[in-house]
């Protein structure tokens, strides 16, 4: 239905979003944070047809939409209004001492935006992480013009978002090229994109082996620009001794419903359980397999997840001393992830690469350590993940130091006594991990503080008060807090 965009239509389009840049990254953050919120309400205004469209799209339920595109709203709502404080400007001001000796010049820093961001719209968020979603809405925070590839899971969704922006655009009396839509099966739209000399970085949200490519084709430019990509975490689940012994079968039924939530196709879903051999490791095990055998089967984002989720679990079933202990009472349909649960041995685990990959979908591995000191060696020969979790009690977490410091080391979100799955919108949150599970683990992609990844640190000397930027003039025009001769402040100088 839509056309590759051509590698004209893409050089257009970057030219109109530097020219773009050299405006939108100079206008007040009030104006920004405005527009910011005129995108929320055009969304808003969209109203039904946009879950009618999304839902023949991408098959996810009329409530899980709702939610999601409430999610969006606020999330866009929220970034505004943490682009409109100031923190993230990470103002600092030394002033001069001119009677010192050597004299010491007046110096003055501040973020600013980076120029035009390529986003790559995430199959499994058709909201939250796709045309309007996180990665947008914390470049726009930043002053930097946005230019989305639509997924092409779900084309019209995509438009329909995107009309909303060019409406607020518009609305905003901002110039055209701060926001571009262009669509693209081929994967030469996206390197076109990647290695056009006007993009200054790249956010996606996808498979390990696209957020790589992007990532090897960014850093092969002329001028290499960052890639802030999400890709790949399975997200580990260490069950430890004296939680088991007396809440095995309640934390199987917290993970049954997690393992199985929106069919398994969350970043955030628990793919690898670790556990002690023994009685009240089997008790968890019986529990969890009695409730993955009575949820049926979920239709799947799309085709191409299925399939993918079938040959991976077949793979990941197959290897030598993996066996399936669990699997779906209800027999799949076309495109249907069916709910697994698949144990295997910490000395498996540890000598096959294969076991410590993604199966994205409804599907997890328990592992079964015949002592602490092998669990010890899982945890540190994890891969990076977005998250992971101790099911652990007080006692537990002082008698096993050593491990809980493993776990930490892995992980972007260390998760205690609870599930992975479900990522709040908020400063504090954490959503990005070490590689694979993000290109840059000092980043993360959910909360306010997404939208550092779109700017650069940038300081003045010397420079009279009338000609620097808003944030580092003496008589602080935007009210904001200012690190000022090392004293955190919002005075005036």
Avoid at 53 to 59: H, K, S
Avoid at 120 to 148: E, H, M
Avoid at 193 to 220: C, I, M, Y
Avoid at 377 to 393: D, W, Y
Wanted: hydrophobic content about 40%; some cysteine; charged content about 15%.
């Amino acid at each position: 239905m839509y056309k590759d965009a051509s590698i004209q239509d893409i050089d257009s389009t970057l030219s109109k979003a530097w020219s773009a840049f050299q405006v939108f990254n100079k206008i007040s953050l009030k104006d920004r944070a405005h527009f910011m919120r005129t995108i929320a309400r055009e969304i808003e205004a969209l109203g039904d047809e946009l879950l009618m469209v999304t839902g023949r799209e991408t098959n996810l339920p009329e409530a899980r939409l709702r939610n999601e595109r409430a999610r969006t709203i606020f999330q866009l709502n929220s970034y505004a209004d943490a682009c409109e404080r100031g923190d993230w400007l990470e103002v600092r001001i030394d002033t001069a001492l001119p009677d010192r000796n050597p004299p010491k010049p007046d110096i003055r820093k501040m973020m600013t935006g980076i120029g035009p961001v390529v986003v790559f719209g995430a199959a499994n968020f058709p909201y939250a992480y796709s045309t309007a979603g996180g990665d947008t809405a914390s470049a726009f925070a930043a002053g930097c013009p946005v230019i989305v590839k639509a997924h092409p899971a779900h084309p019209q969704t995509s438009e329909l978002m995107a009309t909303a922006i060019h409406t607020a655009v518009k609305s905003c009396s901002l110039p055209e090229g701060v926001f571009s839509h262009i669509h693209g099966v081929s994967f030469e739209v996206g390197r076109a994109l990647v290695e056009h000399p006007h993009t200054r970085a790249v956010g996606f949200t996808g498979s390990l082996a696209g957020g790589k490519q992007l990532f090897d084709w960014a850093n092969q430019r002329s001028v290499p620009i960052p890639v802030f990509a999400e890709m790949s975490s399975i997200n580990p689940v260490f069950l430890l001794p004296q939680k088991m012994k007396t809440d095995a079968a309640a934390v199987a039924a917290m993970y049954a419903s997690s393992i199985t939530l929106g069919v398994g196709q969350f970043c955030t879903n628990p793919g690898l359980i670790i556990g002690l051999e023994g009685n009240d490791l089997q008790t968890f095990i019986e529990s969890l397999s009695a409730a993955i055998e009575g949820i049926a089967p979920g239709t799947m984002l799309h085709a191409g997840i299925a399939e993918n989720y079938r040959v991976k679990r077949t793979e990941a079933l197959a290897q030598s001393g993996v066996e399936m202990v669990a699997v779906s009472g209800t027999d799949a349909g076309e495109n249907q992830g069916v709910p697994t649960i698949a144990k295997t041995s910490a000395q498996q685990f540890l000598q096959n690469p294969v076991l410590h990959r993604e199966v994205f979908g409804p599907y997890s591995l328990v592992i079964a350590c015949n002592t602490m000191e092998e669990m010890l060696q899982v945890a540190r020969v994890m891969e990076g993940q977005l998250t992971a979790t101790m099911m652990a009690t007080e006692e537990d977490i002082v008698t096993h130091t050593s491990l809980t410091e493993a776990i930490m080391h892995c992980c972007g979100r260390f998760i205690l006594n609870s599930v992975p799955t479900g990522v709040e919108v908020c400063m504090a949150m954490q959503h990005g991990g070490p590689y694979p599970a993000t290109t840059d683990s000092r980043f993360g992609a959910v909360g306010a503080d997404a939208i550092k990844r779109f700017v650069r640190p940038l300081a003045f000397q010397n420079w009279p008060d009338g000609f620097l930027p808003p944030p580092l003039q003496n008589s602080n025009p935007m009210g904001i807090w200012r690190m000022v001769n090392d004293q955190f402040t919002n005075v005036i100088i």
